[in-house]
């Protein structure tokens, strides 16, 4: 129980600051994911290139984005109230592990619906530009590189949604289950 609850704490802390970032500048994760990539002169050109195409994307998506980081900030928010109340042995601490659980897999699945929407754009608008990139990648690290580089930039939202998706679960089946019962002395009904 104490894992669980520690993890919830890092995901709810998580949470609240990526949603505090991207209320403030919806471009915000996006820029620091950019910054903390090492690239060729290259590759830097086409990126350069690229960002105008992005920002209209996320400038059409404004909205939806700003309700994505408010809904960021409240789970955030109610994760840690949650993980406090599991922590603290609280009478209500099962009800809400449970409840952020399901808000977190309805929030991951919302989020990536919206990733989806927004890469689809930009793969249709921007088609011949990544090719760009991926052929100035391949030049300068290697095929095998190029590849790896643009499977990681494209799979991360969905994987990192895919586990936060798994944590949650296992939230659910833990204190849903036997052990969370038997830890606030609910008799099986």
């Not at 950019?34 to 998506?61: F, G, M, W, Y």
């Not at 601490?93 to 927004?118: D, E, K, P, Q, Y």
């Not at 936060?164 to 609910?186: D, H, K, Q």
């Amino acid at each position: 129980m104490v894992v669980l609850a520690t993890t919830m704490m890092l995901f709810g802390g998580q949470t609240l600051v990526e949603g505090l970032l991207t209320v403030r500048d919806p471009k915000a994760l996006v820029q620091l994911a950019n910054q903390t990539q090492v690239r060729s002169p290259l590759e830097e050109e086409s990126q350069r290139k690229l960002e105008p195409i992005r920002d209209a994307i996320v400038d059409r998506h404004r909205l939806a984005l700003r309700v994505d980081a408010w809904a960021s900030i409240g789970l955030g928010a109610f994760v840690l109230y949650a993980a406090a109340a599991a922590l603290a042995r609280d009478r209500n601490g099962r009800r809400l592990a449970m409840v952020t659980a399901a808000l977190g897999v309805v929030f991951f699945i919302s989020s990536v619906l919206l990733w989806a929407r927004m890469f689809r754009e930009t793969l249709d608008v921007a088609r011949p530009l990544l090719d760009e990139i991926a052929a100035n990648a391949a030049q300068t690290a290697g095929r095998g590189a190029a590849q790896l580089g643009t499977t990681v930039v494209v799979a991360r939202p969905p994987l990192l949604a895919a586990v936060g998706i798994g944590w949650c679960v296992l939230i659910l089946i833990y204190f849903g289950g036997r052990r969370g019962r038997e830890l606030y002395g609910i008799s099986r009904a």
